[in-house]
């Protein structure tokens, strides 16, 4: 997937023009030099509490079109958005199943998930938000126009994740043409994972998470599109690797850089080379970025 940023985007009703423009294969040269997408790490996790509709509906009100969450199931079943194992971090579990311990979404129904307040722990303006759905999560994020870097979290624990994922961005509309090829990526740090998610369709745009060695990355690079590593892991030489090669879609492989929060390492990253940063202050990230192409 090539991506090229605008850095400005409009609110209201002029959100529906994307921040994005995604180019041809035969355009790729012309997209090097333009700053990288900018990505709200679980939402805009650093004004409203992660992986919520609060989370990225606060990314829309700032301008941001690309958003990240993470997906698990429960206990019976149905797809959440949540990015710890335990559900004690952001939610108040403890105060309402005190003998649940350690708390872990797979043990919980998403009738019982549903009870949790996800906000408090934020702040008191969040108190009574939920844990969502995952189909919840994407029929906001469309309302919202915005993009979707979604991450399958721990697939290891929910065996068949893959399939259900994909099944329910068929039903919610996001596997059609204009979604895959504009809108949705698929992310994973378990390498299995990805590669069942690109069996099952192989015209999904997908990313690994981490840094693979450089004699590895001609393996990733036969069922993945991205490689996204933890920004401490990104070299010169790093980035010139992974650019080297060329994804099962035959687009240069993309490198999406977590997590950036400051315009120094904005600006350093971005003069690295990286295709794309995922922040927890993406409107900082995109100030930084707007600020050095002048």
């Not at 990225?56 to 079109?65: F, N, P, V």
Request: some cysteine; overall charge positive.
């Amino acid at each position: 997937m090539r991506i090229r940023p605008v850095t400005t985007v409009a609110t209201g009703a002029l959100m529906g023009l994307s921040a994005l423009v995604l180019l041809p294969a035969d355009a790729q040269a012309a997209s090097h030099g333009h700053p990288p997408v900018v990505v709200g790490h679980r939402g805009a996790a650093a004004y409203a509490p992660e992986n919520t509709l609060a989370s990225i509906d606060t990314a829309r009100r700032l301008g941001i079109t690309w958003v990240e969450n993470d997906v698990q199931r429960t206990k019976d079943g149905q797809l959440v958005v949540l990015h710890d194992t335990s559900l004690a971090r952001t939610t108040n579990v403890r105060k309402l199943f005190p003998r649940r311990s350690p708390w872990n979404v797979g043990t919980f129904t998403l009738r019982e998930i549903e009870k949790l307040d996800a906000g408090s722990w934020f702040g008191a303006k969040f108190k009574g938000v939920r844990v969502p759905t995952l189909r919840k999560y994407l029929n906001e994020v469309d309302h919202n126009r915005q993009r979707l870097l979604m991450e399958l979290k721990n697939p290891e624990l929910y065996p068949g994740i893959e399939r259900q994922a994909l099944q329910e961005l068929r039903h919610d509309g996001w596997l059609d043409r204009r979604h895959i090829k504009h809108r949705l990526i698929v992310q994973s740090f378990n390498a299995d994972s990805l590669k069942k998610v690109h069996q099952l369709n192989p015209a999904l745009t997908t990313g690994f998470l981490g840094s693979p060695p450089v004699a590895d990355l001609p393996k990733y690079a036969k069922f993945c599109d991205q490689i996204n590593p933890p920004h401490t892991a990104v070299t010169h030489q790093y980035v010139h690797a992974v650019h080297a090669l060329r994804g099962p879609h035959r687009y240069r492989l993309d490198l999406f850089a977590w997590t950036v929060d400051d315009r120094p390492s904005t600006l350093k990253y971005a003069d690295l080379g990286v295709d794309g940063i995922i922040s927890n202050k993406p409107d900082v990230v995109r100030d930084a970025l707007d600020d050095g192409d002048d």
